[in-house]
């Protein structure tokens, strides 16, 4: 949770309707109506009724806590089942929310709510504007707390300046750490992402020029290869040909490494030099 956001701010009560049946029927009506019942993280939507030989089962908040307001399916099943259906109150606080919900909580109305980001293996980043860089430390945390895999969270700041097209970003939440492993169809890449450029946003592009322009004849040239994620694709793929290029050494130093690391050096050559003078060479 930010830590200088009280509790109380994320703090809900919410009252549904359960469904108390036999331990014998709670498998045939989860499968049955899996997508009707309460699903908040964190929640257990079975709970065991002790002594009676029953379970009590909690129903989405979307029906609220009118039993004629269920669905008829679900109507019926309890009429024909005599199912005991009852309220049930719970109190919710920061870990049964959403990501979303929880950055609602925190943005002001008028300031736009991060709607998603872009990942590479552990790290999130963003690209905050200037209103949402005053919720930053708050954004990031939430966004860190509430995705399992994330353990970093960057925003840019500034615009790409440099040829290496590296970006300027702040740590808002998480390790300090920026070497990561990102998979994309399968292949592995490892990655700084203070050091080279770097785009998962890209995957697609790439699988369309590999599927549509690439054949196993073909001698592919990657002037601008970057840590080779067109170049090792397209050898693991089909089986191409590639001399992979990139002016930063830093891409070089991870071209070679996953270029070993998923088995294509029979077929990737690594280059690091200015791309005019690589494609004179
Ligand atoms: C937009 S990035 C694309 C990288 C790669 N194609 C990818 O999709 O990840 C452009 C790359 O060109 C490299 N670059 C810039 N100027 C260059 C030059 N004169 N010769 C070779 N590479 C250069 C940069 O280091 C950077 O990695």
């Given at each position: 949770m930010p830590n200088h956001c009280p509790q109380s701010i994320y703090k809900k009560s919410l009252t549904v309707l359960s469904c108390n049946l036999p331990v014998k029927l709670i498998g045939e009506f989860n499968k049955r109506f899996k997508e009707k019942l309460l699903h908040v993280p964190?929640?257990?939507?079975v709970i065991g009724l002790e002594d009676t030989g029953k379970k009590k089962i909690l129903l989405s908040e979307?029906?609220?806590?009118?039993?004629?307001?269920?669905p008829e399916d679900l109507q019926k099943y309890i009429a024909e089942k005599e199912v005991e259906v009852e309220e049930h109150h719970l109190e919710l606080g920061y870990e049964n929310i959403s990501c979303q919900e929880a950055l609602e909580k925190i943005i002001p109305e008028g300031i736009i709510i991060p709607s998603g980001f872009e990942s590479v293996g552990h790290i999130a980043h963003l690209n905050l504007n200037e209103d949402q860089m005053k919720y930053k430390k708050e954004i990031g945390k939430i966004i860190m707390d509430k995705t399992?895999?994330?353990r970093t969270v960057l925003t840019k700041v500034g615009?790409?300046?440099?040829v290496y097209r590296t970006y300027d970003f702040e740590v808002l939440a998480g390790e300090e750490t920026f070497e990561t492993t990102q998979a994309e169809d399968g292949v592995k890449f490892d990655v700084d992402v203070s050091k080279v450029y770097w785009c998962s946003k890209l995957a697609q592009e790439r699988t369309r020029v590999i599927d549509q322009f690439f054949g196993k004849d073909d001698v592919v040239c990657d002037m601008f290869c970057g840590i080779g994620p067109l170049s090792v694709r397209a050898a693991k793929a089909k089986g191409v040909k590639v001399l992979a290029n990139d002016l930063n050494p830093e891409c070089y130093h991870y071209l070679r490494r996953n270029i070993v690391n998923n088995k294509v050096a029979d077929l990737v050559l690594p280059y690091c030099m200015d791309a005019r003078e690589f494609v004179k060479h």
């Open positions: 964190k929640v257990r939507n979307k029906f609220g806590t009118q039993k004629d307001q269920l399992n895999s994330i615009y790409i300046k440099n």
